[in-house]
């Protein structure tokens, strides 16, 4: 089992930039792959970005993609998500996912650990 809790969330302006984290405890990181979720007001969870267990690939919705990068670094049990050129439309709550699976996914009910979530908040 592992826990996982993200941070790095706040309030940006459009066209801004933040760095969200996902420290993992409990069992290593690297036998996960990772995802990052997101979920506005209102709204259903919508899948992000997801990562291979090595690092090795990732992937992408097509809101995100050039915009935003999934990494990891699992010396540390951390997966990070690099935003840049934010738009309200980010605006959300943002949420890292563990997966068992070896294989990219990204439907929610394939992932089997979640974290609590970090407020993303951009304005315009």
């Known amino acids: 089992q592992v826990q996982l809790v993200e941070s790095g969330g706040g309030l940006m302006q459009a066209g801004g930039s933040l760095r969200l984290s996902c420290a993992a405890s409990g069992r290593t990181a690297s036998y996960y792959s990772m995802g990052w979720f997101r979920q506005a007001p209102g709204k259903e969870r919508e899948f992000v970005a997801a990562?291979?267990?090595?690092?090795?690939?990732?992937y992408y919705a097509d809101s995100v993609k050039g915009r935003f990068t999934i990494s990891r670094d699992n010396a540390k049990n951390t997966v990070y998500l690099q935003m840049n050129s934010l738009k309200p439309e980010d605006t959300a709550g943002y949420y890292c996912?563990?997966?068992?699976?070896?294989?990219?996914?990204?439907?929610?009910?394939?992932?089997?650990?979640w974290g609590q979530g970090t407020q993303v908040t951009v304005s315009s």
């Open positions: 996912a563990a997966d068992r699976s070896m294989v990219l996914r990204t439907t929610l009910s394939e992932y089997d650990y």
């Open positions: 990562i291979s267990r090595s690092g090795g690939n990732t």
